[in-house]
């Protein structure tokens, strides 16, 4: 089976750099990605690693390390309109196309 | 822009009901998702199609829910009947398929179970 463990709960100030975390456990694994979604709103695709590393994409970053099972988002330049729900998701066959989820870290950016 | 169309937006039913979800994914995406999502929790996936095949339906409860592409475009998903427990909101996505790994999600359908 798959799971994946990331924080609950992040906040931080405008301006600041956040970094949210996420541990997988999946029978196999092709690579990793970030999606963001607002109340209310749908998911919308931020990042994907499949390679170890880090991927810059303007403000955000993600990073991958497949020895550990780990990665994170990392944003900068908070705004607030950052404040949002941040979910990572791994894909584990080899086809790439099938996604599990893990239970989203909700980030509040405070003024 | 090109996106994922789903409609109703909202949905409120009596339990034993049926209710019926529609889905149009963005032109030329072979893989077509179902998923459900429960207040504060992640995106469970209920069915993957691929073209007009599924290639996962292992967590989609088959007593009460089916779905269907008939045609390997839109895409219906159906609860018959509708308990309390299916209130949540219902994503739609698609992706291009192959090595491409985003997928677009749709505004999904809120139903709400009374």
């Known amino acids: 089976g798959q799971s994946l463990e990331q924080p609950s709960e992040v906040t931080a100030v405008e301006g600041a750099i956040v970094q949210i975390n996420c541990t997988y456990q999946?029978?196999?694994?092709?690579?990793l990605s970030w999606y963001q979604q607002h109340d209310g709103g749908a998911p919308t695709f931020l990042s994907y690693n499949a390679l170890d590393g880090l991927e810059e994409t303007g403000r955000f970053s993600s990073f991958l390390s497949r020895s550990d099972s780990y990665g994170y988002l990392l944003l900068q330049e908070l705004q607030m309109k950052d404040s949002a729900s941040y979910f990572c998701a791994v894909t584990f066959d080899n086809y790439g196309q099938n996604f599990v989820f893990g239970p989203g870290t909700r980030l509040s950016v405070l003024p | 822009e090109a996106e994922v169309a789903q409609s109703p937006r909202y949905k409120i039913t009596e339990k034993s009901q049926a209710v019926a979800f529609w889905c149009d994914p963005i032109s030329g995406h072979a893989t077509l998702y179902w998923y459900r999502q429960i207040l504060g929790q992640g995106p469970e996936l209920l069915v993957q199609f691929q073209d007009e095949s599924v290639v996962d339906d292992s967590q989609l409860p088959k007593d009460r829910f089916s779905a269907e592409r008939l045609k390997g475009v839109d895409s219906t998903l159906k609860i018959q009947p509708a308990e309390l427990g299916d209130s949540a909101m219902y994503l739609c996505?698609?992706?291009?398929?192959?090595?491409?790994?985003?997928?677009?999600f749709g505004q999904g359908t809120r139903l709400t179970v009374v």
């Open positions: 999946t029978s196999g694994f092709y690579g």
């Open positions: 996505a698609s992706s291009l398929g192959g090595t491409n790994t985003e997928a677009f």
